[in-house]
T-cell receptor, first 112, second 115 residues
Framework: AQSVTQLDSQVPVFEEAPVELRCNYSSSVSVYLFWYVQYPNQGLQLLLKYLSGSTLVKGINGFEAEFNKSQTSFHLRKPSVHISDTAEYFCAVSQGDYKLSFGAGTTVTVRA | GAGVSQTPSNKVTEKGKYVELRCDPISGHTALYWYRQSLGQGPEFLIYFQGTGAADDSGLPNDRFFAVRPEGSVSTLKIQRTERGDSAVYLC?????????????FGPGTRLTVL
């Protein structure tokens, strides 16, 4: 079984500042890693995913994440945020099957 | 094209009542999933369909919960004798197939409130 920990429940950030959302997972086997974003009143949308290969993954809207196997982490970053990045972000893990295990989410609030 | 749609968007019911939540997946997607998202938590897996059959219902919390997908497209999640603890957002997702690289596309959810 795997579990996902998102270390920050809320992250306030000023517009054009960088942001990092932390995600750690526990699993004894190889995993696949995902970041989803949920805008207000919308469904979850995939930002990026790590399946294999390069540990630095680039996603939509200028986001990127780095898989660190030794630290069992998959932190999400964006160098300069916009007001429109205000949303809830979820880290998720699967062990190669269809079941996604999600973290509790991080609410990002971007202020002008 | 159209994404995953779910109806109703909001459902308020009384304890003990029966409810049905509907999911329309993306056309052509053979795999369909239900998740439940309680307040302050991430989504939790409930059940997965491949075609018409429930391939994995290990996430259903108890036998009050049941889901069907009779024609391999639309799915209905059914909850009998609702309890206040069933209050949550119920999310549906679909994907082209079940392999891990197939992206799951999520609907906007149905917010269920049990009074």
């Amino acid at each position: 079984a795997q579990s996902v920990t998102q270390l920050d429940s809320q992250v306030p950030v000023f517009e054009e500042a960088p942001v990092e959302l932390r995600c750690n997972y526990s699993s004894s086997v190889s995993v696949y890693l995902f970041w989803y974003v949920q805008y207000p009143n919308q469904g979850l949308q995939l930002l990026l995913k790590y399946l294999s290969g390069s540990t630095l993954v680039k996603g939509i809207n200028g986001f990127e994440a780095e898989f660190n196997k030794s630290q069992t982490s998959f932190h999400l970053r964006k160098p300069s945020v916009h007001i429109s990045d205000t949303a809830e972000y979820f880290c998720a893990v699967s062990q190669g099957d269809y079941k996604l295990s999600f973290g509790a989410g991080t609410t990002v609030t971007v202020r002008a | 094209g159209a994404g995953v749609s779910q109806t109703p968007s909001n459902k308020v019911t009384e304890k003990g009542k029966y409810v049905e939540l509907r999911c329309d997946p993306i056309s052509g997607h053979t795999a369909l999933y239900w998740y439940r998202q309680s307040l302050g938590q991430g989504p939790e897996f409930l059940i997965y369909f491949q075609g018409t059959g429930a391939a994995d219902d290990s996430g259903l919390p108890n036998d009050r919960f049941f889901a069907v997908r009779p024609e391999g497209s639309v799915s209905t999640l059914k909850i009998q004798r609702t309890e206040r603890g069933d209050s949550a957002v119920y999310l549906c997702a679909s994907s082209l197939g079940v392999a891990h690289h197939n992206e799951q596309f999520f609907g906007p959810g149905t917010r269920l409130t049990v009074l």
